[in-house]
């Protein structure tokens, strides 16, 4: 049946009884078991998806385009079709809604020659690996297209096939698969339930438009601006995604603020510090975003565990330090040039690196609590880090500076 051309196995398959006609049609290759039912009847085609397995059903109507689908769900009853689409409507963000339901599986003992038929008839382009399944079509193996077109004609899949390399399941969401890839480079992705069964392939495609996707997603939600928001929404839905976030970070800028207002005093009888404290914040600032940039990216693509924090703290901590020792040896001798003040210079010098190894330690530190506290890490992570780098830069500047006023 599966060599036989479709008209002849429909006309076959419409003269026996429905419960004879299904376990035939679970055992046919899904390219071409959608080919024959298209070709059944309308009543036979409801009576052999109601009484098929729902798994295997719902996998087979997923492969048809929407009309021809519509049709065959119409000669069903009203609950087993409403069960049955909803099973062809995968969750937003899951592998299904990305995948190509369309793909090419053969039983291993089909020879070379009948596959490369099968593919002739099909027509399909940008077919890569051949996929093997077993009877109840689990998943078994793969074959490269190029092996079987240089094959012996009468040679077997299965004498071909390696061991597929990876997988990825239905309901598995994008972060999952980008971990996948990363421990398995290949082109393209087959897809299985929770059966194991082959229900489609994730191209290298639509892995990619699905990466930028979310990448995009993740730095306009760093800011506070939301994820759905693109470059032409309209003002309303901007302010009602904007707005929370920007009253979050005006409390925010009081509590930086505050901390200035406690050195008022300090302030106001050595001037100087006012004209340096942005220096010091903006240097912290940058440091946090760095830090959390590179642990954003880390979590996104799975190359750091929750459990990895003490790794990556202590190595943003020593970077923090060692840039920051640096960087303040670079501004205590410009301050010292323009002030003259060995006092002034130091206290730069001191609460600079302090700052920057304050910054390094919360910028790898606010990403991965959010992701232990299972939130999206991305989530204004950038208004909660430039809220501790302020804070945390005028404390020590404007701290070291009253405990050394006395060199001042």
Same mark, same amino acid.
């Given at each position: 049946?599966e060599v036989?051309?479709d008209s002849e196995?429909?006309?076959?398959?419409?003269?026996?009884?429905?419960?004879s006609?299904?376990?035939?049609?679970?055992?046919?290759?899904?390219?071409k078991?959608?080919?024959?039912?298209a070709?059944? %009847?309308?009543k036979?085609t409801?009576e052999v998806?109601a009484?098929?397995?729902?798994?295997r059903?719902?996998?087979l109507?997923a492969?048809m385009?929407?009309? +021809?689908? =519509?049709?065959?769900l119409?000669a069903l &009853?009203q609950?087993t079709?409403?069960?049955l689409?909803?099973?062809?409507q995968?969750?937003?963000?899951?592998? %299904?809604t990305?995948m190509d339901?369309r793909?090419?599986? #053969?039983?291993? &003992?089909t020879?070379a020659?009948e596959a490369?038929? *099968?593919?002739?008839?099909?027509?399909?382009?940008?077919i !890569? &690996?051949? $996929?093997?399944? &077993?009877? =109840?079509?689990?998943?078994? @193996?793969?074959?490269?297209? !190029?092996?079987?077109?240089?094959?012996?004609a009468?040679?077997?899949l299965g004498?071909?096939a390696t061991?597929p390399v990876?997988s990825?399941q239905v309901?598995?969401?994008?972060e999952a698969?980008?971990e996948?890839? =990363?421990?398995?480079?290949?082109t393209?992705l087959?897809?299985?339930? $929770?059966d194991g069964?082959?229900?489609?392939? /994730?191209?290298?495609g639509e892995?990619l438009?699905?990466?930028?996707?979310?990448?995009a997603?993740?730095?306009?939600s760093?800011v @506070?601006?939301g994820?759905?928001e *693109?470059?032409l929404s309209?003002?309303?839905?901007?302010?009602?995604?904007?707005?929370?976030?920007?009253?979050?970070n005006?409390l925010?800028a009081?509590l930086?603020?505050a901390v200035?207002?406690i050195? =008022?005093s300090?302030?106001a009888?050595f001037?100087a510090l006012?004209?340096? /404290?942005?220096?010091?914040?903006?240097q912290?600032?940058n440091?946090?975003?760095?830090?959390?940039a590179?642990t954003m990216r880390?979590l996104?693509l799975?190359?750091? *565990?929750l459990?990895?924090?003490? *790794?990556?703290?202590?190595?943003e901590?020593t970077a923090? #330090?060692?840039n920051g020792?640096?960087?303040?040896t670079t501004?205590?001798a410009?301050?010292y040039?323009?002030?003259?003040?060995t006092?002034l210079a130091l206290?730069i $010098?001191?609460?600079?690196v302090?700052?920057?190894?304050?910054? @390094? #330690?919360?910028?790898s530190m606010?990403?991965?609590?959010?992701?232990a506290?299972?939130q999206d890490?991305a989530?204004?992570s950038?208004i909660?880090? +430039?809220?501790?780098?302020?804070?945390a830069? $005028? /404390?020590?500047?404007?701290g070291?500076?009253?405990?050394l006023?006395?060199?001042l």
């Open positions: 049946m036989a051309p196995v429909a006309e076959l398959l419409d003269r026996e009884p429905a419960p006609v299904v376990p035939v049609l679970e055992r046919l290759s899904a390219d078991a959608v080919e024959v039912i070709r059944l %009847g309308d036979r409801g998806l009484l098929m397995d729902a798994h059903a719902s996998s109507l492969r385009d929407e009309e +021809t689908r =519509e049709a065959n119409a &009853d609950s079709a409403t069960d689409r909803a099973m062809t995968y969750p937003a963000g899951t592998v %299904g990305m339901p793909v090419t599986a #053969f039983r291993p &003992d020879t020659g490369l038929g *099968r593919l002739r008839t099909l027509g399909r382009k940008r !890569q &690996d051949v $996929f093997l399944v &077993d009877d =109840e079509g689990r998943l078994v @193996g793969m074959v490269p297209l !190029q092996d079987i077109a240089v094959a012996r009468n040679e077997r004498e071909l061991p990876a990825a309901t598995w969401r994008l698969v980008l996948e890839l =990363e421990h398995h480079r290949v393209a087959p897809v299985v339930d $929770f069964r082959l229900v489609g392939l /994730l191209r290298q892995l438009k699905s990466a930028q996707v979310q990448a997603a993740s730095l306009v760093m @506070g601006a994820k759905e *693109r470059a309209s003002p309303l839905f901007v302010v009602r995604k904007r707005l929370p976030w920007l009253q979050i005006l925010t009081f930086a603020a200035v207002g050195f =008022e300090t302030i009888q001037t006012a004209v340096l /404290l942005p220096v010091v914040a903006g912290s600032g440091t946090g975003a760095q830090a959390l590179v880390g996104a799975r190359e750091i *565990r459990k990895s924090w003490p *790794r990556v703290v202590v190595k901590i923090g #330090f060692l020792l640096a960087v303040a501004t205590a410009g301050v040039l323009w002030s003259r003040s006092g206290v $010098f001191v609460s600079m302090l700052s920057m190894v304050i910054a @390094g #330690f919360s910028g606010v990403p991965i609590v959010l992701s506290l299972r890490p989530q204004s950038s909660v880090l +430039t809220t501790i780098t302020d804070v830069g $005028f /404390l020590s500047f404007l070291i500076a009253t405990l006023s006395g060199m």
